[in-house]
């Protein structure tokens, strides 16, 4: 069973940037498909943006631009770096991962793991 560690969350003002990882434990990170989602309070979980396993991207409308994910296989990491950040990209964010390929990646219904979520806010 891999396990997902983010990091990476904080406070920052509106306009400004912030770099979030996820550590996996599995050796066979390079077989997984990884995606970034968030959920803020009172509201669902919503993707955010995947990547996999060959590195081609995936973004949702309200951050393509903004937003860009990567991986580094030999870390058996993933990251999302965040640029221009609004308050409402206020939320806890969560990495998620599967084996193999993801058909529809906005659905969290396609990640089998997921991390223990990191706390972004964005001041105005």
């Known amino acids: 069973q891999v396990q997902l560690v983010e990091s990476g969350g904080g406070l920052v003002q509106a306009g400004g940037s912030l770099r979030l990882s996820c550590a996996a434990s599995?050796?066979?990170?390079?077989?997984?498909?990884m995606g970034w989602f968030r959920q803020a309070p009172g509201k669902e979980r919503e993707f955010v943006a995947g990547i996999s396993r060959t590195g081609n991207t995936y973004y949702s409308d309200s951050v393509k631009g903004r937003f860009a994910i990567s991986r580094d296989n030999a870390k058996n990491t993933v990251y999302l770096r965040m640029n221009g950040l609004k308050p409402e990209d206020t939320a806890v964010y969560y990495c998620a991962g599967t084996r193999g390929t993801v058909s529809r990646w906005p659905s969290p219904n396609a990640y089998d793991y997921w991390g223990q979520g990191t706390q972004v806010t964005v001041s105005s």
């Open positions: 599995e050796g066979t990170f390079s077989s997984y498909a």
